[in-house]
Structure formats: structure tokens, C-alpha cells
């Protein structure tokens, strides 16, 4: 495939008049384009370029009745060396699963978004893998991330790594996490999209979605919808204070219940990030916008491997009011990661390679009877060794964790903030 080299920022020092009219039309549309900052030595102040991607400079937002507002995004590796869990002889194979299943249970009936599978030049995919992904499937596009998308900014130095928190996870992983909370939401607006849908290669949609997505998001006037809750203790240090200082700085941020319920419901308490679906100019705009450079400017997200899901949990919960966030339960959906250590976790005889360790299925309202459920999860059960913990519960399988903790023992620490966002009861969950 023709690789698309990123624009260079010196070239955006000096516009020339069609990207200037390009960004003018970005800021029409989006109210404000959030810039994607950085720090050169020779600069004390942040440059306002914004790196453009080059198909947005070769497409044209004048065609845009060709192009859908709603983008399905993958950001995949394409090689069996996992960039922070090390080798994974099944990298493609779980990706086209993942792939197949999203067709079939969803896009094959709605097909009116597009479908962008990005990746890093560690790891690129070869014309072979890109043709054969793409077969029958029209709206499918890769696209390298390069450039300001992929590097370390802030000047941060990379041979630190071994430094930082948690070291086991990459530079990768860490760029992963910084395009997830900051980057994604300009790169899209830039590319005119209005929501977006992650999915990751490990991402499972099992049962069929009767209705289209998006068009639920826009109707309902939602913000952020999400599958799964989780409690995600491992912030970093530092975190809290960089949030309260936003807070203290800027009082008229948002509303007085709002911030009561983020600090004094348990912090902690968010979104399994890796499904969800998003109202990008909601991440664009102020406040959210402000908030994200000042977690941006203090590096956590590289120093402390603070995650995209720690962040997303936290703007969203400040920022929207229940009602505008949405808890989809009515299809199954699976993101588990298995242990591939010798051993994970506190118990060694329950949880070794091979062992989920954290996530599972959860199932979808209406899906199934309490009968099928039990058969479908107990097929599931039967693929692990039989020493693994892996319980079944009428609405969850998969590994002891904080999703089971919120999903299935309706934790009070996850439970006094879950209950209060439409979708959590859905008619069949009891409180
Ligand atoms: N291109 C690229 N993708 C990555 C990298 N690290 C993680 N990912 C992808 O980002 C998504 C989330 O990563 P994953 O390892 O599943 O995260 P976890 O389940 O939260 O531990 C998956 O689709 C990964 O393939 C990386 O270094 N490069
Ligand atoms: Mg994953």
C-alpha cells in the first residue's frame, strides 16, 4: 500500500490557503479544533500547529455527502510479538475473529459508517493481510499512525522507560493509551467524523445488534456509551492532584453534583474503555479539552502508565450528567485477557498461563434464556483448564475481577454511581 507520510509541522507553520480554509471548515464544524501541542527545544511556548493526516488533505471536507459522520476504529498490532505481552502466536487470528464477529452481529445490517484499522510501523500489515481484511468489506481502510500520532512528546526520553511505572508495558502500549485519551479526538474531527466506535483485536461482539448504534447515540443526545464498568485502582501517582488542581483552577467547570458524585462515589469507578462509543466534539470542546492537555502536559500517561481508561472514566464522569452517557447491555460482548505468565495474581493454583485474568463475557439482555446462558457459558467454561477460576454468574463469566465486582457483586463502590446511568437495569437487572 502507498504510505502516507504525516504532513510535517513546518509545513503547517506556514499554511498555504487551501489547509487554511481546510482548518477554517474544521473549526466551523467542530466549534473548536483542540490543537495537538508540542514542545521543541528551541520553543518555551507551545506551537498551535495542528498535524494534519494526509488523507484529510487528499479527501476533501467539500465531499463530505460521500463520507460517513461515524467511524469504527481498531488500532491493531500485526505481529506476533505483542508489544508489551510478548509473543501471541494467534495476533492475526484473534483480530479477523474479532473482525468477522463484528460483521456479522453488526455491520453487515448496518453498514453505514466507516471502518478504519490503524496501526503502528512496528507493525504494519503486508497487501496480502490488508486484501484479504478487506474482502466484501467496502468501508474498511488502514492507516499508519506516525509522527506527532506515534512519538514521545514533551521532550520525554525513551531510554527512561525502564524507569517509569510498570516498565512491562511498552512505549507502544503507552502511545496506545495517549491516542486513546488524546490524540484520537483531533484526528477525527479533522477527518469530519462525528462519533466513533473502538474496538480492539481482543474485542468480541457476540450477539446480533438489532439497531444501528450511532443512531441511537444521536437520537438519545448521548455523549459516551460503554459495555462494561470496572474499577481501575492503578491511576498513577499524581493523578488526583493533576485532576483537583483542574478543579480548583477552574471552578466553573462543571456542576457541583457532578463533582460531588466523581469524589465522594468512589473515584474510581469507570468505563472497560476498549468498546465504546464517543461524541468526538464532546472530547473537543471545553471543558473536556482543557482537561485533557493539563493530563497531557504532566506526562502520566508515559511516566505512570496512567490509562485512556482511567482518563476517558474521569472526563466522562465530570463532565456528562447520567443521562447523557449510555450502559448498552443488550448484546454479548467479551474482552478478556488471559494470564501468560507462570503464574498471575495472588493464587497460583487458580490462576496460571492460560487462566483469564482479567475481563470476560458479559451477557447480553434478551439474548438468551437463563438455560441457553448457562450452556453457552458453560462451552466457555469447559476451554480452560479446570484448575483456572472461572465462575459463572447469571449475567458474567470470566476472570475475579473488578468488571465481576461491578457487573455481577454490584459493588456499593461501583454500584451508587453504575445504577444512576440509563441502560444499567434495562428492565431485567434487579437492584
Ligand atoms: N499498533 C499498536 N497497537 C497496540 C500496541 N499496544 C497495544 N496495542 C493495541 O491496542 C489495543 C489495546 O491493547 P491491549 O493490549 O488489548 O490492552 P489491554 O487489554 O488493556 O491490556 C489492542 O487492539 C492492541 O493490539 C502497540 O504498541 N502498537
Ligand atoms: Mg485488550
Not at 29 to 46: G, P
Not at 59 to 65: A, F, N, T, V, Y
Amino acid at each position: 500500500m502507498k504510505k502516507e507520510p504525516p504532513v510535517p509541522l513546518t509545513r503547517l507553520r506556514h499554511p498555504n490557503p487551501f489547509l487554511s480554509l481546510l482548518i477554517l471548515l474544521g473549526v466551523f464544524h467542530n466549534a473548536v479544533i483542540y490543537n495537538v501541542y508540542r514542545t521543541t527545544s528551541d520553543e518555551n511556548q507551545f506551537s498551535a500547529a495542528i498535524d494534519l493526516p494526509q488523507e484529510r488533505v487528499n479527501s476533501s471536507l467539500l465531499s463530505r455527502e460521500n463520507r460517513s459522520s461515524d467511524v469504527v476504529v481498531y488500532l491493531a498490532q500485526f505481529s506476533n510479538v505483542h508489544s508489551s505481552y510478548g509473543a501471541q502466536s494467534d495476533a492475526l487470528s484473534k483480530f479477523r475473529k474479532s473482525l468477522d464477529l463484528l460483521y456479522a452481529n453488526y455491520l453487515n445490517q448496518f453498514p453505514s459508517c466507516d471502518v478504519i484499522i490503524f496501526y503502528d510501523s512496528s507493525s504494519p500489515p503486508d497487501s496480502k493481510i490488508q486484501a484479504e481484511l478487506s474482502r466484501n468489506r467496502p468501508q474498511l481502510k488502514f492507516r499508519e499512525l506516525n509522527g506527532t500520532w506515534w512519538e514521545l512528546p514533551y521532550g520525554l526520553d525513551g531510554s527512561r522507560h525502564h524507569k517509569w511505572k510498570r516498565p512491562k508495558y511498552s512505549i507502544g502500549y503507552r502511545h496506545m493509551m495517549r491516542w486513546f485519551a488524546v490524540l484520537i479526538w483531533p484526528y477525527l474531527a479533522a477527518e469530519g467524523y462525528s462519533y466513533v466506535m473502538r474496538m480492539d483485536d481482543d474485542s468480541y461482539i457476540h450477539s446480533k445488534i438489532g439497531y444501528n448504534l450511532f443512531e441511537f447515540m444521536r437520537e438519545h443526545n448521548k455523549k459516551y456509551a460503554f459495555r462494561q464498568p470496572v474499577r481501575d485502582t492503578g491511576v498513577g501517582k499524581g493523578y488526583d492532584k493533576v485532576i483537583d488542581d483542574y478543579l480548583f483552577e477552574h471552578p466553573d467547570a462543571t456542576t457541583r453534583d457532578l463533582i460531588h458524585s466523581y469524589k465522594n462515589v468512589s473515584r474510581r469507578v469507570g468505563f472497560y474503555n476498549n468498546w465504546f462509543i464517543a461524541n468526538i466534539s464532546f472530547f473537543m470542546n471545553e471543558p473536556v479539552s482543557s482537561l485533557l492537555r493539563a493530563i497531557d502536559e504532566s506526562t502520566l500517561i508515559y511516566t505512570q502508565r496512567t490509562g485512556d481508561l482511567v482518563i476517558h472514566s474521569t472526563v466522562v464522569r465530570l463532565f456528562l450528567r447520567p443521562d447523557e452517557i449510555q450502559w448498552f447491555r443488550d448484546f454479548t460482548y467479551e474482552h478478556m485477557t488471559l494470564c501468560r505468565m507462570d503464574t498471575c495474581g495472588a493464587d497460583s493454583r487458580t490462576n496460571f498461563k492460560g487462566c483469564p485474568e482479567n475481563g470476560g463475557i458479559s451477557r447480553g439482555f434478551g439474548v438468551y434464556s437463563d438455560e441457553e446462558w448457562n450452556a453457552y457459558a458453560t462451552k466457555i467454561k469447559e476451554q480452560f483448564d479446570p484448575r483456572c477460576e472461572v465462575e459463572i454468574d447469571w449475567n458474567f463469566i470470566g476472570a475475579d475481577d473488578s468488571v465481576r465486582d461491578c457487573e455481577v457483586k454490584k459493588h456499593p463502590l461501583c454500584w451508587d454511581y453504575l445504577k444512576t446511568i440509563p441502560g444499567a437495569t434495562n428492565g431485567i437487572e434487579k437492584i
